[in-house]
């Protein structure tokens, strides 16, 4: 009589099972009764039990138990003993673990036993169930049988939970993965084993998956198989890799599955290593085209001895670590990756094709959407991004690889700098300023890139919207410089002033649309600078900008009873600032000096009521090109100009046209 705590073992079981576990575990074990007594015709049958009521959207109702009647030696007393033995070494040559049972108990909730075993030369028949409390076998029964034959019914009654399929095919093919080590066991034949509808109105022989003639076929494909070792801490492990092609395979991908006694463990998807297994693959015919009714997958099954002594008690999972393993050695997904490349040699040609497909997708983003990574797709490594990798991947391992050229480059630096050897700088400069200068191209083609859709955003706000209405001034004042913002808030490469000057891009400070402390007033953008290229003497200076934007078609600021007069404004803040008692939002002194030159520029449309104003009543003189005006106040050492929103977006294009030409962006 047994005395184990059953809740406590089944609760203990850890991740890695489900519930075709227990219907697994009692297949082989079917199997194995079978084989003990090298019985030829075996036969094995899977009943499936089934709930009462349909499932409308299946049209087939769900699972809810099984029946596994098999034809091999039966529940002898030794089999017995060890089904009531915690941990029994009965089948250890086999495999066993002697837990397998407990997983039964974990997605279903009874298991009973009926076997007709023979006990010197008499047939006795055997019955009980598996407790759930502290023993394992509880009401059994022994007594002479009248069957002349042996053989056991397994039943898996009353299930836990959902069952993850339905349909008899799925349910089969889902077994046929698991058990198919025993199908292709070179040293033994498996029995037959048949899975069918409890009424009989259905039925599949798993063994016909191999046979030519079968709807669903399984092709091993030998020519791709073969053998590779790993260094354990325990010495070298060798591995044997069998590649089959599953046909039909509907919603499932190809995968890697790790094999320990003949059974599948652990299966991951191929991709995970190779991407462009994501996708199935199709036969061709005599023309080299795909053949849609023809697809398949690829599944590698490995199998080893290292496998076999380090497979998890439930059988779902490995000792070892699925990434990097101290202890072992040897890691699944170091498994998994080398067995991956057996499956890439089965059909290197389609992989082949995928990869070009994916590297043309690659090229064609760079040319249509991103040119400034042109240069990174020399010797470019695709290996790891997604087969149908979309725009955002593309961007993040093209960035990815810019970094990582970057970063090489700045250490090699580091280190030729650090080296004091005359012969090696000589050897490494040139390749190391050319590197340099290929990186610095893509950033600056993606400056460039930025700045044509700056441009265009641009012109879009100078146009009428569907409303029959122009911008406002707060639009097309956020384009050139955020307002509510300064310098300190806003880096260089987040405004676009060069639209208007590209001096304007280095300027040491930038307030935009902020009060000074101690003057109400608010310039639209005001900018100082300290210049770090000189002409002439070496003398530094510090010119101060001021802008004022008006918006697109605005004329009213000319009128006399308007106190929005964009010239007094700027004149006004150039007064107060000469003041020198101001500083900015911030607290920073404004260095005025009594030589500091001051710029203002007056951004708006330039309609025949301006252009009138601005000669007759503020005495500025036309641009050549007359769309903009200029004057010289020389008591206040400013220089103002009038300049059209037309000017701003003509001059900007003009100023960069070259570089979108050389981008072919124009």
């Not at 890799?241 to 790790?258: D, E, G, I, N």
Request: hydrophobic letters at 35%; charged letters at 30%; glycine letters at 6%.
């Amino acid at each position: 009589m047994s005395n184990v705590n059953i809740r406590r073992a089944v609760e203990n079981i850890r991740s890695g099972t489900n519930a075709y576990t227990p219907l697994v575990e009692v297949i082989v074990n079917a199997i194995q009764a079978i084989e003990v007594i090298e019985r030829q015709d075996g036969l094995i049958q899977i009943v499936v039990d089934r709930e009462g009521q349909v499932d409308l959207e299946d049209s087939v109702s769900g699972v809810s138990g099984f029946t596994v009647l098999d034809n091999g030696i039966g529940f002898t007393d030794e089999n017995r003993d060890s089904f009531d033995t915690l941990y029994s070494a009965h089948k250890i040559s086999e495999g066993g673990k002697g837990f397998g049972r407990f997983t039964c108990l974990k997605y279903f909730e009874k298991i009973t036993v009926e076997s007709n075993f023979l006990k010197r030369k008499n047939y006795f028949k055997r019955r009980f169930k598996m407790g759930t409390d502290n023993e394992i076998i509880i009401g059994e029964e022994v007594q002479e049988s009248e069957e002349k034959t042996t053989g056991s019914i397994v039943r898996l009654v009353e299930l836990r939970k959902n069952f993850p399929d339905k349909k008899l095919l799925t349910l089969a093919r889902v077994l046929v993965e698991r058990l198919l080590p025993y199908f292709f066991d070179d040293a033994r034949t498996p029995p037959q084993i048949v899975l069918m509808e409890r009424n009989e109105s259905d039925r599949v022989v798993l063994n016909d998956y191999f046979k030519d003639q079968g709807a669903m076929q399984i092709q091993e494909l030998s020519s791709s198989s073969g053998e590779f070792t790993f260094n354990s801490t325990e010495g070298e492990k060798l591995f044997k890799a069998r590649v089959f092609k599953f046909y039909s395979p509907r919603t499932q991908v190809s995968k890697v599955s790790l094999v320990a006694h003949r059974r599948e463990v652990t299966s991951a998807s191929i991709h995970k290593y190779i991407p462009e297994f994501v996708e199935e693959f199709y036969d061709k015919d005599l023309n080299g085209e795909e053949k849609k009714s023809k697809n398949f997958i690829i599944k590698v099954y490995v199998f080893s001895e290292y496998l076999d002594e380090n497979v998890s008690l439930e059988r779902g999972g490995f000792e070892f670590q699925k990434d990097v393993d101290a202890i072992y050695g040897i890691a699944q997904g170091q498994i998994e990756e080398k067995a991956a490349e057996y499956a890439k040699k089965s059909v290197s040609h389609d992989v082949e094709v995928r990869v070009e497909k994916k590297y043309k997708r690659v090229a064609d983003y760079i040319k249509e959407k991103a040119p400034w990574h042109t240069g990174v797709m020399e010797g470019i490594d695709l290996n790891d991004m997604p087969y149908q990798a979309n725009d955002s991947q593309i961007e993040s391992k093209l960035q990815s690889i810019k970094y990582e050229k970057e970063n090489f480059v700045r250490n090699e630096v580091k280190k030729l700098l650090e080296n004091p050897e005359p012969n090696e700088l000589k050897e490494k400069a040139a390749d190391i300023v050319r590197r340099i200068s290929g990186s610095s191209k893509n950033d600056l083609a993606h400056y460039v890139a930025l700045r044509r859709s700056v441009i265009d955003l641009f012109e879009k706000s100078l146009e009428l919207d569907d409303g029959g209405n122009y911008s406002s001034e707060g639009v097309v004042h956020d384009i050139i410089f955020p307002r509510r913002g300064d310098s300190d808030k806003t880096q260089f490469n987040e405004h676009n002033l060069w639209l208007i000057d590209e001096r304007l891009n280095f300027t040491e400070y930038v307030s935009s649309d902020q009060a000074l402390k101690g003057v109400s007033d608010r310039p639209d953008l005001l900018a100082y600078d300290k210049r770090v290229v000189f002409r002439g003497e070496n003398e530094a200076s510090n010119p101060v900008t001021i802008f004022e934007f008006k918006k697109p078609q605005r004329d009213d600021f000319v009128n006399p009873s308007s106190n929005e007069d964009p010239v007094q404004q700027i004149i006004r803040y150039v007064r107060r600032l000469r003041s020198g008692d101001f500083k900015t939002p911030e607290g920073r002194e404004i260095l005025i000096s009594d030589n500091t030159p001051f710029y203002g520029f007056v951004v708006c449309d330039l309609a025949k009521k301006v252009k009138s104003w601005l000669e007759e009543e503020k005495d500025f003189k036309p641009m050549p090109d007359r769309l903009g005006y200029f004057k010289w106040h020389e008591n206040l050492n400013l220089y103002i100009e009038v300049i059209g929103w037309d000017k701003v977006l003509k001059d900007a294009t003009m100023r960069n046209r070259i570089f979108f030409h050389k981008l072919g962006i124009e």
